[in-house]
């Protein structure tokens, strides 16, 4: 629940980063509603986005309304439905609404289509509704323009936020990065990680910053080396790969302030588009206002001034004046001393009276005048008639009467000798008369009698003083209003006084910006500079040469704290004049930047990235080259100077339609981003692809320049081409693999069969998609087989592994073939179940050729071993044939002679020398049982019994001997009770002995009767002993003569003469050495014209044929009806074919080439030497004949045809 | 059953006319009703058939293995017994040995006797004498 919530509000987030909100009507988007409702027939289409509570309508079309609470909203719902538009038919009867019914104009809405819109995070901010009131449906395709139409709505969207976004957001330069080159990287010095583009950590989640970029990368490539080529200019295409190999990437790298900026493609990867964000760097708009307050500043400051040198002034005047009062206090004390003395001080204190500025006058105790001075008379415009005797009060200005009267009343009644006084007078044109003074007191009879005042005029004084005053308070309204400003501020504002660079005013910020306290500022001028960090000083100071001269500059620098700290900062600074022209005060702004140059200097990187990964351009409208990057260049071939001014279609290759370039400038002109693969010509008619965005830039509605981002895709076109050529390659491979192939989907259904799985194509072609159920009902065949496979695939499913099976398929020709069949999973990434193949592989062949190779080696290696043992015997016992052998043949031909004589004679002979041995024996036995124990009935018995079943159980085991001797006593003693158990024991043998089986119950019967019972058994088993041991003798004396025989056919008489040879004649003498064979067992149809005659070796013709003959008998041993031999030959003017079939079974194809082979035998045992087919094929090719094998179910026929000579 | 029997000999030949003959000729020389003379066709089954004798308590005196025989020739049979039994006595026939392989069994002193086609009785006798003595008498 949490997390759904963070979920919305990161919705809620991002919903308003594009200030859409309760914004006003916006043509573009009341258009689009009205088409919306137009391609539905609908009355009603809203673009509308959702927030915390309610659905707030952009643009409605059929009806006026701006919102709707979320909780009526069907587009609520519809924000939700993940990526599908919420489709309402019936709203009524629909179980996904459960409010009550909604209506819009008073009426049900019945029908609703919410298409969402989904931002490129896809995250849904709103939707693309219709609303209609009688419940209906939506075609596909009018579904699909309206899905189209919501993503314009959404394009509209971004582009209306990119163009209301002006603020360099870090962000949004991420963002524009990410989604132009997603896969970035930016290093230190050390390979550390500083920075990741996001689609790398989307696509390697572990990647962490201030990791080394080796413990997530295989770098292909020395990092210093290709840094190193970087800085000298030379770039180059780099590759390197995630550590668990999943995804390589193609890069470049550039150095840019120490930093390595490795700017990535993944290798076959699409190439997203830049989005149009308009990326401006900061105004510093607020800097105006503090320069305003400056000025403000500098105004009172001018005041200020002007009022300082009213001051000196005044000052000088107060001086004046002062040294004036003093002159006439000692006057005064003069006076004091001489006042009431003589005559002559009398006169000469009249004259100092009226010669003195001051207003000296007498009053006595009621304040009545009694005398003034000149300087009194002339200050205040009246004759001395008009003022003596009248009181001083009528002269006492009304703002200083009440205050005259306090000091009179402490005059009379404190009796001070003096009083210094304070008030003002008023003259007699009404002028008021500020005065200062002092009042000498003289009393008599403790009574205060007169008093002599002497004042002196201070208006002019006191006007100014109240001037300053109220200057003065100004001024430090204003500086503190400029403190508050400045220390409300983060920006440094400072002012020295010139020519001296006093510090003159620094606000607070200083110590946080330099870390440096204010005494330093106001006590050192230098200290600023100290500050610079030592590689801008320099700059610093060439920059700010021309202060003086414009009056202001502007700089940026780098600035070192106490504390180490690095910061970037921007300096204005302005030199205020006086009115003279002479600058009396360098004023100016100091403002911390280090984020913005931070900024900055990634911007630069960034676009260092993207100039150095991406192949840029810009055109104006027309299409006319106004930018191209190097990359650009280096593609196009074209210098910069041939670009710039040259329509873009320069690059043109004439490979796509006029109609794909018509669309391209109407998305493009439409202010629509446009993206696509194209294929361009450069300088030198190379051809080459390029991935294209081209971001129109617009202004009032028209686009005016348009930005191309391109990626240089021509190898990864190539490698499409070259994909798809693998592709048929392989498929060309799997369909003429010479092995059943098959490919299944999980749910064990054929996704891929080859011709050599079904050969036909229409059954091939049905069965995709189907299964081996299918299969068997197509086919009319029990389904046996598909659910033997079914549980071999299920076995698999369980056991996760490779299962294999032998199988069994029946040809057309009702041949079988023996199949080894392999099914083997293949899982994907995350460890399901993608599909499952399976293959056959024919082992019958396999098996027959490793036996052939395992026989061929066993029996060279009996050569060797045995070679001198045969020269031994077989010279002895066939002197002729060995002589004639080593005579005539070379040592080859006696080795491969002596490996089938080996063993084929030792075998047979060892039955016959000791089987004769074991009959000779036995006949001895029987016949001391005939003389003396046995009937002649009981003899013919055994003779007769023992003749019909030679073959069968000529030995058993011991074990079971015995079991079935138990099984016979048990029988016996139940039957014959009167024999003893040891004579039941002995008499049970026996019968097992003898082969007689309990269920002989009339032969039992008859044998316990007989007086002789165990002589007669003991007959019965030595006369069946016998016979079997002559039939051994038979049988291997027969596999004796046959391999003689083969020593006989072996005999390549080089002496021999070729001769007109009588066919019928030759070939009737091979039949007569097989009579023993034939004669009864075969039937033999001979159809030979008496006439033909070969003309060539008697004795390997005789060779010929035997063989032949012999390899039909041998082949026809197995066949259970009749054995059937048919020698035919006929004979043309230049041609004699002799033909001789049989109807044993038929030799496989596969095999049929093989028969010529030496040492080939399909069957071991008896004669087969594997040499009699080798010895055909050289007779043939020594009568320059030809043979030919035909071998069919019914018969297999060697036809060989002679050339007449 | 096999109280009668207390030793046993197996032979192992795929010539069933060969193991015929053996069969009797053994009988005829042993002449001990105390001894279970087996035959066997086949040399896997024998190999089994070896371990079934052993486990019911019967004392083997000794094999008699042809060279020559499909699927496990009479060397690599007597490779397999010498594994389980290093003591059982083996005795090898042939006509037609693979030397090397022979000889790699006497030199490590797995073969008892080897008795070569053609053979006589007097030959298998000499052979089965010095086996079956301290366990019979020999007639």
Redesign the interface.
């Known amino acids: 629940m949490h997390k759904l919530m963070e979920k919305e509000e990161k919705r809620i987030d991002v919903l308003k980063s594009y200030a859409i909100l309760d914004s006003g009507p916006e043509d573009e988007f009341d258009e689009i509603t009205a088409l919306a409702a137009e391609i539905a027939d609908a009355p009603i289409a809203l673009i509308s986005f959702i927030d915390e509570k309610r659905q707030w309508v952009k643009s409605s079309f059929g009806i006026e309304i701006s919102e709707i609470p979320r909780e009526n909203s069907f587009c609520s719902i519809a924000i939700n439905s993940i990526e599908k538009p919420l489709i309402i038919n019936d709203a009524l009867n629909d179980p996904r609404i459960v409010n009550t019914p909604y209506q819009l104009n008073n009426e049900l809405v019945a029908f609703y289509i919410g298409i969402p819109l989904f931002d490129s995070n896809k995250i849904a901010l709103g939707t693309l509704s219709i609303v209609d009131f009688k419940s209906r449906e939506i075609s596909s395709k009018d579904l699909k323009s309206l899905q189209t139409i919501a993503k314009g709505v959404m394009r509209l969207l971004e582009l209306r936020k990119a163009k209301e976004n002006s603020i360099l957001e870090l962000e949004k330069i991420n963002k524009a990065l990410d989604i132009n080159n997603p896969f970035y990287l930016i290093l230190n010095s050390n390979f550390e990680i500083k920075a990741i583009g996001k689609s790398f950590i989307k696509a390697n989640p572990s990647i962490a910053i201030q990791k080394k970029i080796t413990e997530f990368f295989n770098l292909e490539f020395d990092i210093n080396a290709a840094i190193e080529s970087s800085i000298a200019g030379k770039s180059r295409v780099l590759f390197f790969s995630s550590t668990n190999k999943d995804q390589r990437y193609k890069c470049s790298i550039s150095n840019i302030n120490n930093d390595i900026i490795i700017t990535a493609q993944p290798i076959l990867n699409e190439i997203l588009p830049i989005k149009n964000y308009n990326i401006t760097l900061n105004d510093f708009s607020q800097h105006d206002s503090i320069i305003e307050y400056l000025f403000l500043q500098q105004s009172a400051q001018k005041s200020l001034n002007e009022s300082r040198s009213l001051m000196d002034t005044v000052t000088q005047r107060n001086s004046e004046l002062e040294e004036q009062k003093k002159q006439i206090e000692r006057n005064q004390e003069l006076l004091r001393a001489n006042l009431l003395n003589t005559e002559n001080a009398k006169e000469k204190y009249s004259n100092i009276v009226h010669a003195t500025n001051d207003l000296i006058s007498t009053i006595d105790k009621n304040g009545t005048i009694l005398f003034v001075n000149d300087s009194w008379l002339k200050k205040m415009g009246y004759r001395e008639d008009e003022v003596v005797g009248n009181s001083i009060f009528k002269h006492v200005h009304p703002d200083s009467q009440e205050h005259c009267a306090v000091f009179f009343q402490d005059l009379m009644s404190t009796s001070p000798e003096q009083l210094e006084v304070n008030y003002s007078l008023i003259n007699r044109h009404g002028e008021k008369i500020e005065i200062e003074g002092t009042i000498i007191c003289k009393y008599e009879q403790n009574q205060f009698f007169e008093g002599n005042s002497f004042l002196t005029d201070v208006t002019e004084i006191n006007n100014l003083r109240r001037i300053e005053e109220e200057k003065a308070k100004e001024i430090l309204k204003s500086k503190e209003k400029l403190e508050t400003v400045m220390d409300s501020l983060k920006e440094t504002v400072w002012g020295v006084r010139l020519p001296d660079y006093k510090s003159e005013f620094i606000s607070n910020s200083a110590i946080d910006l330099y870390g440096i306290p204010l005494e330093r500022w106001i006590n050192n001028p230098n200290t600023w500079l100290e500050a610079i960090h030592p590689d801008d000083l320099e700059r610093v100071e060439s920059e700010s040469a021309s202060l003086f001269s414009d009056g202001f500059t502007e700089l940026e620098y780098r600035i070192v704290t106490p504390k180490n700290e690095v910061k970037w900062i921007q300096t204005r600074t302005k030199i205020v004049k006086n009115a003279d022209g002479i600058p009396y005060l360098m004023t100016g702004i100091a403002a911390d930047i280090t984020k913005r140059k931070k900024l900055e200097l990634e911007l630069i990187d960034y676009k260092k990235g993207i100039d150095s990964a991406a192949i840029v351009s810009i055109t104006d409208e027309k299409g006319i080259i106004i930018y191209a990057n190097d990359k650009f260049c280096e593609i196009s071939k074209y210098s910069v100077e041939e670009l710039i001014g040259q329509n873009h279609n320069i690059l043109n290759s004439g490979y796509h339609s006029k109609e794909f370039f018509q669309e391209m400038w109407q998305t493009i002109s439409s202010g629509n981003i446009w993206k696509g693969e194209v294929k361009n010509k450069a300088k030198d008619g190379s051809e080459y692809y390029v991935e294209s965005s081209i971001i129109p830039f617009m202004k009032e509605g028209k686009a005016y320049q348009y930005l191309s981002i391109r990626y240089d895709s021509t190898e990864k076109v190539l490698n499409k081409l070259e994909l798809e050529t693998q592709k048929q390659f392989y498929e060309f491979i799997l369909n003429n693999l010479p092995a059943d192939l098959a490919v299944f989907s999980p749910d064990h259904k054929y996704l891929f069969i080859n011709p050599a799985g079904i050969k036909n194509n229409e059954i091939r072609n049905f069965m995709i998609g189907k299964d081996d159920f299918d299969y068997c009902q197509l086919k009319g065949i029990d389904t046996k087989l598909a659910v033997e496979r079914r549980t071999k695939f299920n076995e698999l499913i369980r056991e996760k592994k490779f299962i294999e099976w032998e199988d069994v398929n029946i040809l057309e020709n009702g041949a079988k073939q023996n199949i080894l069949r392999k099914i083997g999973p293949i899982y994907d990434e995350y460890g399901d179940l993608k599909m499952v193949i399976g293959y056959g592989i024919e082992i019958t062949e396999r098996k027959t050729a490793e036996e052939n190779v395992i026989k061929a080696k ?1 029996e060279v ?2 050569i ?3 070679l001198k043992k045969l020269v031994s015997e077989e010279t002895q016992k066939n002197l002729q044939l060995s002589k004639s052998l080593t005579e005539n043949e070379k040592m080859a031909t006696v080795g491969e002679l002596a490996s089938g004589i ?2 084929d ?3 047979p ?3 016959i ?3 004769s ?2 009959a000779h ?1 036995t006949v001895n036995s029987i016949l001391q049982e005939l003389i003396w124990k046995c009937t002649r009935e009981q003899l013919n018995f055994a003779i007769q019994r023992a003749s019909t079943d030679i073959e069968s159980s ?2 058993t ?3 079971e001997l ?2 079935l001797s ?1 099984n016979f006593s048990v029988y016996l003693s139940a039957k014959f009770t009167n024999y003893s158990e040891i004579e039941i024991k002995e008499i049970s043998s026996a019968f097992v002995r003898a082969r007689i089986e309990i269920n002989e119950e009339e032969l039992i019967d008859q044998i316990m009767n007989a007086s002789n019972s165990l002589n007669f058994l003991k007959l019965i088993e030595n006369i069946q ?1 016998y016979q ?2 002559v039939h ?1 003798i038979e ?2 004396a027969n596999r004796a003569l046959n391999v003689v025989n083969d020593l006989r056919l072996n005999i390549k008489n080089q002496n021999s003469i070729k001769s007109h040879v009588n066919l019928k004649e030759n070939i009737s003498s091979v039949l007569n050495v097989f009579n023993f064979e034939l004669e009864e067992k075969v039937k033999v149809d001979i159809k030979i014209a008496d006439s033909i005659v070969i003309y060539g070796y008697d004795i390997k013709l005789f060779q010929l044929w035997s063989n032949i003959i012999k390899n039909a008998l041998e082949a026809m041993e197995s066949n259970k009806g009749e054995k059937l031999l048919k020698i035919s030959a006929s004979e043309t003017k230049d041609t004699i074919s002799v033909s001789i079939k049989n109807n044993g079974p038929a030799i496989p194809i596969e095999n049929q080439h093989k028969i010529f082979e030496k040492f080939y035998s399909t069957k ?2 008896l004669s087969s030497s594997g040499l009699g087919m080798s010895i055909v094929k050289n007779i043939i090719t020594d009568h320059g004949a030809k043979i030919l094998l035909e071998s069919t179910d019914l018969f297999t026929t060697f036809t060989i045809n002679f050339k007449k000579a | 059953m096999t109280d009668e029997f207390k030793y046993a000999v197996v032979c192992v030949d795929d010539d069933s006319a060969i193991l015929q003959i053996l069969n009797f000729q053994l009988s005829k020389i042993i002449n001990d009703d105390t001894v279970l003379i087996e035959c066997f066709l086949n040399p896997q089954i024998a190999l089994t058939a070896i371990d079934e004798l052993f486990e019911s308590g019967l004392k083997l005196i000794f094999v008699i293995v042809d060279f020559q025989m499909p699927y496990l020739n009479g060397a690599e049979l007597i490779l397999s017994i010498k594994e389980k039994y290093p003591q059982l006595p083996c005795i090898m026939l042939s006509g037609q040995a693979n030397q090397t392989q022979v000889d790699n069994l006497k030199d490590n002193n797995l073969l008892t006797a080897y008795l070569e086609k053609p053979w006589t009785e007097s030959d298998l006798k000499k052979i089965i004498d010095i086996q079956t003595q301290g366990y019979l008498s020999v007639k």
């Open positions: 066993k290696e009996a060797n071993s045995n080996a063993h004679l030792n075998t002979l060892s039955s020398r000791n089987g041995e074991a024996f000529i030995f085991s011991g074990l015995m079991r138990k002993t079997s041991f051994s049988i291997s071991r045992g």
